[in-house]
């Protein structure tokens, strides 16, 4: 069992940490807000306090973060604290830009590193069953896979630095382009007069068939699990699917790849945002699409 340095506690870094205490690792914790702090120790985690204190002694430090800032701010305060030769995995959902320099500060000290961003929610995170997305070294991920198993069921290498949020991003662009199409097709059914569970039927065992429609179908009624029986109760919240959606612009940008739908469904999810549906799961991007009509 390893040592284990845990920075950022919240809705996600709490329930994992929390599995790897279950799992048997010594998890000694750090996060800025003292309500994440508690829960930690009474999950079972020694609390540092800072993030420098809590990565001494440890073999393995993992960061969930916000955004790229706030990884690359930790990792440059703890990278010096840290016994060369140690893992560090990123697991929070980043720009691929700031996932790269965050490889490139580990390796420039002795450090190995992998970008292990996760699917799953935090659904995912309570339960040890998220899929990590790894970007990192053979070496690296080598170490880290066991320690992810911990926290999840499927582990991909998806290639070197930063290749564990191109997949997250691609990924995660299909999904938010996947749910508006699933959405403008019930939305036309309605106005035809065809019944929700008439073209699940056709559309789920026909060349529509995609998980938005089959796993997470945006209408009440043809699977009873999807948030649309549940008020839209996220779930996978609007407000980070245009965070992903962004990122992937950006990548986008940057690498100068065309991604005409992505930038649409990018602004259609801004809007609903916008409208203060933020903290609705994605699916009810049906609602949005739905109030577009005749305009
Ligand atoms: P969150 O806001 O609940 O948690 C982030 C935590 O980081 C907070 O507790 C915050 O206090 C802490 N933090 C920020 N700066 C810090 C610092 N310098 N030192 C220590 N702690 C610091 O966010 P979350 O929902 O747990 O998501 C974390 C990451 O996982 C994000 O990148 C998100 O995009 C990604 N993600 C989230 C979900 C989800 O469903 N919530 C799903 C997949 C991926």
Request: glycine share 12%; with cysteine.
């Amino acid at each position: 069992m390893a040592n284990v340095a845990f920075i950022g506690l919240g809705n996600m870094g709490g329930p994992m940490a929390a599995n790897l205490v279950k799992a048997g690792h010594k998890v000694t914790a750090f996060d800025l807000v003292a309500a994440s702090r508690d829960q930690a120790r009474s999950d079972g985690a020694a609390l540092a306090e800072s993030g420098a204190a809590a990565v001494k002694g440890a073999d393995v430090v993992i960061t969930m973060l916000p955004a790229g800032k706030h990884v690359l701010g930790v990792w440059n305060e703890v990278i010096p604290a840290m016994a060369k030769g140690t893992l560090i995995i990123d697991c929070s959902t980043i720009d691929v830009e700031s996932a790269k320099q965050a490889h490139a500060l580990a390796a420039k000290s002795g450090m190995l590193s992998v970008d292990a961003p996760v699917s799953g929610g935090t659904g995912g995170a309570k339960g040890a069953t998220l899929t990590f997305m790894c970007g990192g070294e053979d070496k690296a991920f080598a170490a880290a896979k066991p320690v992810l198993e911990n926290m999840g069921k499927k582990i991909v290498h998806c290639g070197g630095a930063g290749a564990g949020q191109a997949a997250k991003i691609c990924n995660n662009m299909i999904l938010g382009i996947s749910m508006i199409a699933v959405g403008e097709a019930f939305a036309l059914a309605e106005k035809l007069g065809l019944s929700h569970q008439a073209l699940f039927d056709v559309a789920s065992t026909s060349s529509g068939q995609c998980w938005s429609l089959t796993t997470y179908c945006p209408v009440p009624g043809p699977v009873p699990t999807s948030p649309a029986n549940n008020g839209y109760k996220p779930g996978f919240a609007s407000n980070l699917m245009v965070k992903d959606l962004t990122l992937a612009q950006d990548a986008a940008k940057a690498a100068g790849a065309a991604t005409p739908l992505g930038k649409h469904a990018q602004e259609i999810y801004q809007a609903f945002d916008a409208a203060g549906h933020g903290g609705v799961d994605f699916s009810g991007i049906i609602q949005h699409v739905r109030s577009l009509a005749g305009k």
